[in-house]
């Protein structure tokens, strides 16, 4: 069974810096897609970064040149750097792996941009 555990995020000011940590355990990264989303309050979930099969990455416009989303196969670890904060960053951010169609979810985090 594949599980997603997220660890990371919490209160930062605009500017600021936070990791977002997603260990997966019962299958390797490294066969899989990876993906980190988000949902502000009283918005639809969004794509902000993902790695394909092909180890493309892609960015949300909205966070080009400010997130990074990379993974250590080692620790079956996925994470997503973000710098230079901002208050439309506030969400609740999860991890998303795919495996032949079939995605898993971590339990979610907030991430809160005060300004």
């Known amino acids: 069974q594949v599980q997603l555990v997220q660890s990371g995020g919490g209160l930062v000011q605009a500017g600021g810096s936070l990791r977002l940590t997603c260990a997966v355990s019962g299958s390797p990264i490294s066969s899989a897609a990876i993906a980190w989303y988000r949902q502000a309050p009283g918005k639809q979930r969004e794509l902000v970064a993902s790695i394909s099969f092909r180890r493309i990455a892609n960015y949300a416009d909205s966070v080009k040149g400010r997130f990074t989303i990379s993974r250590d196969n080692t620790k079956n670890t996925m994470y997503l750097q973000m710098n230079s904060l901002k208050p439309e960053d506030t969400a609740v951010y999860y991890c998303?792996?795919?495996?032949?169609?079939?995605?898993?979810w971590g339990q979610g985090t907030q991430v809160t941009v005060s300004s």
């Open positions: 998303n792996v795919g495996y032949y169609g079939v995605n898993y």
